[in-house]
């Protein structure tokens, strides 16, 4: 379960940064940065975080609303930046991460000194100093936040995507290339929203190019 050990080692003003949406072939990658500035926070939230992939969607939602009645409270800052499947495509799912990773420190309310990064990568674009913690949002308490916040921020978007393009399941899929994806992506093409640098979409639409020719 995640602590605050690592923020107490760095002994400044600390972010957790995480992403959500690397992998999905349509939608925008999502990034979070949190901020704790109070660590008496809700119990319930302070046991429940921990990576987002290991918790049910109702559990991160509960989460969330937490860490948003926490940021009214002025406990915690929250950012959330974002990079379009445009930039994805222009820049690759790595530079546009990091691009998501920029956006959301910029978009604290507080600036933090110093950034933990979940992963292996480091992005060398933030206004701090940053060290990258490998299966950070289980070890951070800041991470797991950022985990959170991400992830359900991204989802949320990824259902208000679902009701303009309706065929593709983004409301259960978050642009996964599940079944039903495939199948919108078959029968109604790519939308604006969809990554054509990611090989299934761009073999998808070269079929449907082929077949229409």
């Given at each position: ?138 070890k951070s ?27 593709y399941g ?20 790519a939308t ?22």
């Amino acid at each position: 379960m995640p602590d605050f050990e690592l923020e107490d080692s760095i002994g400044k003003l600390c972010a957790g940064i995480d992403e959500a949406g690397r992998g999905p072939w349509a939608g925008p990658v999502a990034a979070g940065a949190v901020v704790i500035l109070d660590r008496n926070l809700n119990p319930e939230l302070l046991a429940g975080l921990d990576d987002s992939k290991k918790l049910s969607a109702k559990k991160r939602e509960k989460l969330y609303n937490l860490l948003s009645e926490e940021e009214k409270s002025g406990k915690v800052s929250v950012g959330i930046g974002l990079a379009s499947a445009k930039e994805i495509d222009e820049l690759n799912i790595l530079q546009a991460t990091f691009l998501a990773m920029k956006r959301a420190v910029e978009n604290l309310k507080v600036k933090p000194e110093f950034a933990l990064v979940d992963g292996n990568q480091k992005p060398k674009n933030l206004s701090c100093r940053v060290q990258t913690v490998v299966k950070g949002d289980g070890k951070s308490m800041s991470i797991a936040a950022a985990s959170i916040a991400a992830k359900v921020y991204r989802d949320r978007l990824m259902t208000t995507l679902a009701e303009k393009y309706s065929y593709y399941g983004f409301e259960k899929n978050a642009g996964y290339g599940t079944a039903l994806h495939i199948q919108g992506l078959k029968e109604h093409g790519a939308t604006p929203e969809h990554r054509f640098s990611y090989r299934p979409v761009r073999e998808i639409e070269e079929e449907r190019k082929g077949v229409k020719s």
